[in-house]
């Protein structure tokens, strides 16, 4: 029973590994702007025959021509023509004549490098986010969205950064980049597809396609890995690469139309994103072997390129989905301090930039350490200022419903302590939260002779759950650790037989000492979001003033209570006493 538990926090910690790996693996692809672009200036078919020579650059100065051919024998020499060395020499033919290409700094008509880099750098976040859904749900849908996004660096940018490693390692790591990053992301995005989102196969025949389709992708991959060098560039390598396509598109499809109506609004965002995605991919990795290899211009390449940014930005709509909707249940919500720490972080960057780039340009001046030093110390005061509106703006204007519900349940906690009667508690109890919060349920249940009675509740049916067996396990379970508890962690049995509309997120005690005066519960809000830690915070502080108030209350009603019962013992004892001395 524990062994499979302990084999899936294994998994989840061996996949955050990996995902550091491979950030620190592919970030230096995000580097290719910095870099001079070290190229020979053509463009080669898979058999090594010139197609396009770039002006301005080596080939066109050793006077190559389309038509050429680039000698290459071996392994080794094939690479080294697309992605050259400092000093690298390549042997062209034309008929009878021989030319030697020395190669040097690359210049295009278009720099799609900065296009590139911004992929590049979207796709780091996104492998960060894969690796964390790894980690809090390891199994094989997250497996596979990770798999896809690790694919999601440009596989050229990646591969010209390491080939300043020695041969034949250079070679040997292209051929693994070319089939992993070049060819193979949109593949185990079909599997992901297919488990989406609550990982796994509910019909038999999606067992068998999904077993098809691993082996499919196996041979896929083995077979650009032996062949990259003759079919890279071709039409051959973009059918590798794209034929995925149509397969994924279709898993998606059926996943939509074979959902609940639940699950295809909380969906929607994230398949359409990502389909989207991996049709953005395939256009810009059609239009990019098309439109480079054939020297179609600089608009074939500007619109290939704004295809890639728009497939790297894609699949954050999973992310969006996951973080406001909850579509995969990973224990993660956006809070203040995350966004805040993100947004502090942007800020310590760009200003960081701005003091580094005003010491580039004052490096060669003679007072350019006192001016940095000075230009340091404003943008310290800068820093500080901004820390202080920041934090006001994120509470206004990022959180600002949120900020305006906690600020009108603090005045209703303050006003518990006036609370005469028990209704006047119970409405501040379910009412109040369910407005402020837009919850689509609330309900409380007060202890009554060794059970919990529903004396309140929005959004529960009459016949749901009229009481609570005092012995329930998760009674027992918010006796013991007295705090807020997840109904879903907690596998509440009887929750499950509730409406979904009014199955609760969270139960809350209302603790007086020792006793357990009542349960409050709350469902997620209206829009199927679900309530943040300092949200439960504040709710857990709501019930303990409720829990106060109550007693408060009963006490005030026993001492009422008390006050007629000695007023009729007055009365009785006057009437007895005018009796006697009448009978006297």
Same mark, same amino acid.
């Given at each position: ?16 590994? &990996? ?6 693996? @592919? ?16 463009? #080669? ?19 190559? %021509? ?8 071996? +392994? ?8 050259? %060395? ?22 295009? @008509? ?37 798999? +896809? ?9 990646? @591969?010209? !950064? ?23 992301? +949109? ?13 796994? &196969?509910?019909?038999?025949? *999606?067992?068998?396609?999904? %077993? ?24 051959? !390598? ?50 990019? *072997? ?49 966004? !805040?720490?993100?947004?502090?972080? &942007? ?31 404003? &943008? ?16 206004? +204007? ?32 379910? *009412? ?31 016949? *749901? ?11 027992? #379970? ?107």
């Amino acid at each position: 029973m524990t062994r499979e538990p302990a084999n899936r926090r294994r998994l989840g910690w061996l996949m955050v590994v &990996l995902t550091i790996l491979a950030i620190a693996f @592919e970030a230096p692809a995000a580097m290719t702007p910095l870099l001079p672009p070290l190229a020979y200036g053509w463009t #080669l078919d898979g058999a090594g025959t010139v197609q396009t020579v770039w002006p301005g650059n080596a080939a066109e100065r050793a006077g190559i %021509r389309p038509g050429d051919r680039v000698e290459s024998n071996g +392994f080794t020499e094939r690479y080294r023509l697309d992605f050259p %060395r400092p000093g690298s020499v390549a042997v062209v033919h034309r008929g009878m004549r021989t030319f030697r290409v020395v190669a040097s700094t690359n210049r295009v @008509e278009f720099n799609y490098t900065w296009f590139a880099a911004l992929s590049d750098l979207l796709s780091l976040p996104l492998i960060a986010f894969a690796g964390f859904l790894c980690w809090r749900r390891p199994g094989l849908m997250t497996i596979a969205f990770w798999l +896809f996004a690790i694919g999601q660096v440009g596989g050229f940018d990646i @591969e010209g !950064f390491y080939a300043r490693l020695p041969d034949p390692f250079a070679g040997i790591l292209h051929a693994v980049l070319v089939a992993v990053i070049g060819t193979w992301e +949109f593949y185990p995005l079909l599997i992901f597809a297919l488990r989406f989102p609550y990982d796994r &196969l509910d019909r038999p025949w *999606e067992r068998v396609f999904e %077993r098809i389709w691993i082996g499919v992708s196996i041979a896929e991959l083995i077979y650009v890995s032996t062949q990259c060098f003759s079919i890279e560039g071709g039409l051959a !390598f973009a059918i590798a690469q794209n034929a995925a396509l149509p397969f994924v598109l279709a898993a998606f499809i059926w996943r939509y139309v074979a959902s609940d109506a639940e699950t295809r609004r909380r969906a929607a965002w994230a398949i359409a994103g990502i389909a989207i995605s991996a049709g953005a991919g395939t256009v810009g990795n059609l239009l990019f *072997e098309v439109g480079y290899d054939n020297g179609l211009g600089v608009g074939f390449l500007v619109l290939a390129n704004c295809s890639t940014i728009v497939s790297a930005l894609g699949p954050y709509a999973l992310v969006y989905a996951t973080l406001r909707h909850r579509l995969l249940d990973v224990s993660f919500v956006l809070n203040r301090t995350v966004v !805040f720490g993100a947004l502090a972080a &942007l800020v310590v960057v760009v200003v960081g930039a701005i003091d580094w780039g005003v010491g580039k340009l004052l490096s060669n001046t003679r007072a350019a350490v006192a001016i940095e030093a000075a230009a340091t110390i404003a &943008l310290g005061f800068v820093l500080d200022r901004v820390h202080a509106v920041l934090e006001r703006a994120v509470d206004r +204007f990022v959180f600002a419903r949120r900020h305006a519900a906690e600020r009108y349940l603090e005045r209703v906690i303050a006003g518990l302590s006036y609370a005469e009667t028990r209704g006047a508690v119970l409405d501040a109890l379910v *009412e109040e939260p369910r407005r402020a919060f837009r919850l689509s349920s609330a309900a409380a249940f007060v202890a009554d002779d060794g059970s919990f009675r529903r004396e309140c509740a929005w959004g529960w049916r009459d016949a *749901e759950m009229p009481q609570l067996d005092g012995d329930d396990p998760l009674v027992r #379970l918010l006796r013991s650790e007295r705090t807020v508890i997840d109904v879903d962690d907690a596998r509440w049995q009887n929750g499950a037989t509730l409406d979904s509309a009014a199955r609760p997120e969270i139960a809350v005690p209302l603790l007086l000492r020792d006793d357990l005066l009542g349960i409050a519960f709350y469902g997620h809000r209206d829009d199927a979001t679900t309530l943040d830690p300092e949200e439960r915070r504040l709710l857990r502080r709501l019930a303990d003033a409720a829990a106060i108030a109550y007693e408060a209350v009963d006490a005030k009603e026993a001492k009422r209570m008390l006050a007629a019962a000695n007023a009729k013992l007055a009365s009785l004892g006057l009437a007895v006493a005018e009796g006697g001395s009448a009978l006297g």
